[in-house]
């Protein structure tokens, strides 16, 4: 058994154990999609996030947590995610904030082999991790 993209494979299963890596195909492609994952969050962060000072927080099964500078500049305030959301104007700040997310959204964009596979991430931004 192998994994899809990678083709990492689980070993020899002659030994009557193919119950302990049935599911082996399932995990280890989720860990190839972690990792593609990882060198396009990095990616962004070396290039278009280089001068917000990205660090690269926690990663934990299928999601990690990042720090920026506020995109929207030292000292701007300090608003609410969301609570431009029922209003006509939108709030200038939550815009370059909001545009940091788009570009966290679509900077993990993968293909695995000549199959298209629908693999979404999302986005939030907050001032804690509790935040998000």
Request: glycine share 6%.
């Amino acid at each position: 058994m192998e994994s899809y993209y990678f083709k990492r494979r689980s070993g020899n299963l002659s030994d009557g154990k193919a119950q302990e890596v049935v599911n082996f195909p399932i995990l280890s492609t989720e860990q190839d999609a972690m990792a593609l994952m990882e060198f396009a969050v990095v990616n962004l962060m070396m290039t278009l996030w280089r001068h917000l000072n990205p660090k690269y927080i926690l990663q934990v099964h299928d999601a990690c947590k990042l720090e920026i500078d506020d995109p929207a500049g030292y000292g701007a305030p300090r608003c609410d995610p969301g609570h431009d959301a029922k209003s006509d104007v939108k709030c200038i700040h939550c815009e370059a904030r909001r545009l940091r997310v788009k570009e966290l959204e679509t900077a993990v964009i993968m293909q695995f082999g000549d199959d298209p596979v629908a693999y979404t991430t999302e986005g939030h931004w907050g001032w804690t991790l509790a935040d998000i």
